[in-house]
């Protein structure tokens, strides 16, 4: 198993025992190799959730340019419901894991397809 195998088993993980969500294994490794080497690095794998800074970038950089969402409040939202989920004590909220709910929350699959 590599090291990429390893790292989409820990988020599955983590969706399913932290989130309470089964995932789509086909669509989490997708969005899993979307992320880049972000994936590989300790700061890159995670969101800071209580950097407003972070936040913004997982909006204009996932939201808006991956997955072609218009800008709103409803974004914003989004992103704070998906933490919600995770767990707002929970110290690392994996990227792909946020990603991933993200993507499902908005039903925009097909970007992945």
Do not use: W
């Amino acid at each position: 198993m590599g090291k990429r195998d390893e790292l989409i088993a820990r988020y599955a993980e983590d969706l399913r025992t932290k989130c309470k969500i089964e995932p789509d294994m086909a669509l989490l490794t997708k969005v899993t190799i979307g992320c880049g080497p972000a994936i590989y690095d300790a700061d890159g794998a995670t969101v800071a959730a209580s950097q407003p800074s972070e936040l913004a970038t997982v909006k204009t950089n996932f939201l808006i340019r991956k997955l072609g969402l218009k800008d709103g409040p409803e974004l914003d939202a989004a992103i704070d419901a998906v933490l919600d989920i995770y767990g707002k004590s929970e110290r690392n909220k994996y990227r792909a894991v946020v990603y991933y709910m993200l993507v499902r929350h908005f039903g925009r699959e097909a970007v992945y397809a």
